[in-house]
């Protein structure tokens, strides 16, 4: 992702990559500003050119350029002066929790992927194919961040019930559980090697 204005976010339909391959697709798109009136436009599938890569109209003041691999788009909206580029995933994978997805990690190694959601589950996968491994249960509400320790074998969460938790990925145990936070705990920062940990909730840090 590249941006001259960090303040502002581009959002992209999530499976833009999918919809634009039909003849006439579109795709929404938006752009987030704090304290500004969120930007709403339209990506439209209007043809191909001579190398059959799709051709894109933008609506609203946005600009999309289609990369030359097919699979990435990079986005634009200047009233903001931003722009961030989309790659389209090779795989996806259903189900791992239910609900809504509030984080996702990959280890190190980019072998197993952990993720969470507004269900309160807590799940570590396999990131080839997308089998569960461990089924991490302790939160009482929904958790909100999850990440691996640099090791790739230890997992940190936090959630709504204001605590943070470390599991092993290894056997899904909770050796460790940090209370004390007063609001839910919404992201997390490990310090170098894992020994010391940093988190945030709404208000405070």
């Known amino acids: ?67 030359s691999n097919k699979r990435s788009v990079l986005v634009s909206c200047a009233a903001r002066r931003c722009s961030t580029k989309f790659t389209a995933p090779v795989s996806s994978f259903r189900n791992i929790v ?19 959601g507004t269900s309160g ?24 961040c999850c990440r691996f320790f640099p090791s790739g074998m230890v997992v940190l969460s936090g959630g709504s019930d204001m605590q943070l938790k470390v599991w092993s990925a290894e056997d899904g145990s909770c050796p460790v559980t940090l209370v004390g936070h007063k609001s839910r705990v919404i992201q997390t920062a490990i310090v170098d090697k894992g020994r010391n940990v940093v988190c945030a909730g709404v208000g405070i840090v």
């Open 1 to 67: 992702m590249s941006t001259a204005n960090p303040g502002s976010v581009i959002h992209l339909q999530c499976d833009w990559d999918t919809a634009l391959q039909e003849p006439s697709g579109r795709a929404w798109i938006s752009c987030r500003t704090e304290g500004e009136t969120t930007l709403h436009g339209e990506l439209r599938r209007v043809g191909s050119d001579t190398r059959d890569l799709p051709v894109i109209q933008s609506s609203d003041g946005f600009t999309c350029t289609i990369m």
């Open 121 to 144: 589950q807590l799940k570590v996968f396999q990131t080839s194919n997308g089998t569960v491994r461990r089924d991490l249960t302790g939160h009482l509400m929904d958790v909100l």
């Open 98 to 116: 239910k609900g809504s997805i509030t984080s996702v990690d990959v280890n190190p190694s980019g072998g197993l992927s952990v993720c969470c």
